[in-house]
């Protein structure tokens, strides 16, 4: 008889603890994982390579303590540009999971290359962020390359195509040029330091106008040099306006971006570095038949100055009597301008003497002293009109106030009752039986006591 399919719900036991199912516990795990380790590179060798025809792939990397399973879905191995097999070296970017059915740990592909070259790319990458960060790429850096450099310093290997093809180029084009080659070793261990040394030591010899630094062409692995920081740090430091002629035209290398002018290919780099030799004789030629052409062109035109200069030029003694004259002339006119300036100056004169009497001090102080005389008459008549009003004022104002007087009223028969402390007595309450008082009275004043 079959067995019916186990629970998915979580039992409890009679004791009261939870107990999780399997599911549970793997569904879970996968969670922790995939929420909490992020995506990550992982390197090794593939083993049990399985490709079924769902079109995904399984595969367990390893290494020499360790394996792994891994699965990378249709719609991810699509892009990988090499056939996967056992033995391979790979390096994958995974996350990290978990089968649930099996309860196996796994890595879900997203991303696989072969190892060697991935990594070499990856290096070159990240060398170039770090150049680029620090400004060594930058235009703004950069030489300008000389127009016509008398003497070409060429750093490469000296039994290469590429120096051949430079100095094949240099010849034909700019034979003027002085050609040293610097030796150095292209590819290989110890390659970049040579090149680099090379470098530094042109750049303080400062006996080049221009360095061209580069190989022809090869592998990644053979261009390898010129990817080299210490390359690059050579170039960008060297006072001397650098080309880079490395590889192919679609090799680019880190040389390449360091450099002043990047070539893409040694002969290339050849031509950039010279000038041509028949168009810059054409261009001489050119220069010649302008510059003669405009000598002859100025010595028509002063042929023609001279000529006109010769018919205006007239004899010595005519110019001695025109400039006689010219000065008898000018002194005549002086003689009137000193004239007039002494009549006006006087006119002048007599103006302002005019105007100083006017404004005399013994003028305005007669003025003065009339003005002065009538503002005290004003004055005395002023005070003497206030005086009267402001008497007049106070009789009405002492009238007033004897009207509204106490004593005023005290003449007409009454009096001012005052207690032993000269208050006012206003009712019968203020005082008792036995308490002096006082009267006060028109004129003076009568003590008694309250009965």
């Not at 002018?261 to 002969?267: D, E, F, G, K, L």
């Not at 003005?371 to 005290?376: F, G, K, N």
Request: proline residues 5%; glycine residues 6%; charged residues 25%.
């Amino acid at each position: 008889m079959p067995t019916s399919p186990p629970s998915v719900a979580s039992p409890l036991p009679t004791d009261g603890r939870p107990v999780m199912t399997v599911s549970e516990l793997n569904r879970e795990v996968k969670q922790l994982l995939e929420g909490n380790v992020p995506l990550l590179w992982v390197g090794g060798e593939i083993s049990n390579f399985a490709a079924p025809s769902s079109g995904h792939w399984y595969f367990t990397l390893k290494d020499a303590r360790a394996q792994v399973r891994c699965a990378m879905f249709r719609g991810r191995n699509r892009n990988v540009r090499f056939q996967p097999a056992n033995g391979r070296e790979i390096l994958a970017r995974a996350r990290v999971s978990l089968y649930e059915g099996r309860g196996e740990f796994q890595l879900i592909i997203e991303h696989l290359e072969e190892a060697g070259f991935g990594a070499l790319m990856r290096q070159l990458e990240m060398l170039k962020a770090k150049l680029h960060a620090e400004g060594l790429f930058d235009p703004a850096r950069k030489k300008a390359l000389p127009y016509l450099p008398a003497t070409i310093g060429i750093i490469t290997s000296p039994t290469g195509a590429a120096v051949r093809d430079m100095i094949q180029v240099l010849g034909r084009r700019y034979p003027a040029a002085r050609i040293e080659l610097i030796p150095v070793a292209v590819q290989g261990q110890g390659a970049a330091q040579q090149i680099a040394q090379a470098i530094q030591l042109a750049g303080r010899l400062q006996r080049h106008d221009l360095l061209i630094v580069g190989r022809g062409g090869g592998s990644l692995e053979d261009l390898w040099a010129f990817n080299e920081e210490i390359v690059a740090r050579a170039l960008a430091a060297c006072p001397i306006p650098t080309i880079s002629a490395v590889g192919h035209e679609t090799d680019t290398t880190i040389a390449d971006l360091a450099a002043d002018v990047r070539a893409p290919t040694p002969s290339a780099a050849a031509e950039i570095a010279s000038a041509n030799a028949a168009a810059l004789r054409e261009e001489v030629d050119g220069y010649r038949w302008r510059l003669t052409r405009a000598m002859e062109i100025q010595l028509r035109h002063h042929r023609q100055h001279i000529q006109l200069v010769g018919h205006r030029i007239r004899h010595p003694r005519e110019q001695l009597q025109n400039h006689a004259q010219r000065l008898d002339h000018l002194e005549i006119r002086l003689k009137a301008a000193v004239r007039n300036l002494s009549q006006s100056r006087a006119q002048r004169l007599v103006q302002l003497e005019r105007a100083l009497n006017q404004v005399h001090p013994r003028h305005k102080m007669d003025g003065a002293q009339h003005q002065l005389t009538h503002q005290v008459r004003r004055l005395h008549k002023s005070m003497g009109s206030l005086l009267q009003h402001k008497k007049e004022q106070a009789a009405y104002t002492a009238q007033l106030l004897n009207s509204v007087s106490p004593l005023a009223v005290l003449d007409r028969g009454y009096a001012i009752l005052l207690d032993e402390n000269q208050r006012v007595i206003r009712k019968p309450g203020d005082v008792k039986s036995g308490d002096p008082i006082t009267a006060k009275l028109s004129r003076g004043q009568i003590s008694a006591r309250v009965e």
